[in-house]
């Protein structure tokens, strides 16, 4: 069974920190493509930044350069973003996405609620 588990989510003071995780079970980790994305109430879902399969590239939403950093951990088959100096606009859940890089079989994860606010 496909499962992709996200945490870290929770209350942020505008300014601070937080890491996101996705654990990934069910398929070969290292065969896909991982990124990260959010959505906003009453909003669209936004890319935020995908990281290749062994995480020699990554890529980035112009927004989002400088402040958040995708990283992987095939070993733990995890895949974590690191969200720094955010603002009340960053409210949002954020959802884990999985590419296999030939096929393009994706899956998402349930997601995990970001609130950014004093």
């Known amino acids: 069974q496909v499962q992709l588990v996200e945490s870290g989510g929770g209350l942020v003071q505008p300014g601070g920190s937080l890491r996101l995780s996705c654990v990934a079970s069910?398929?070969?980790?290292?065969?896909?493509?991982m990124s990260w994305y959010r959505q906003a109430p009453g909003k669209e879902r936004e890319f935020l930044a995908t990281?290749?399969?062994?995480?020699?590239?990554?890529t980035y939403a112009d927004s989002m350069k400088g402040r958040f950093t995708i990283s992987r951990d095939n070993a733990k088959n995890t895949v974590f973003l690191q969200m720094n100096r955010l603002i009340p606009e960053d409210t949002a859940v954020y959802y884990c996405?999985?590419?296999?890089?030939?096929?393009?079989?994706?899956?998402w994860g349930q997601g995990t609620q970001v609130t950014v606010s004093s």
């Open positions: 069910g398929f070969i980790f290292s065969s896909y493509a």
């Open positions: 996405h999985a590419a296999h890089w030939f096929t393009g079989r994706a899956y």
């Open positions: 990281i290749t399969r062994i995480g020699g590239s990554t």
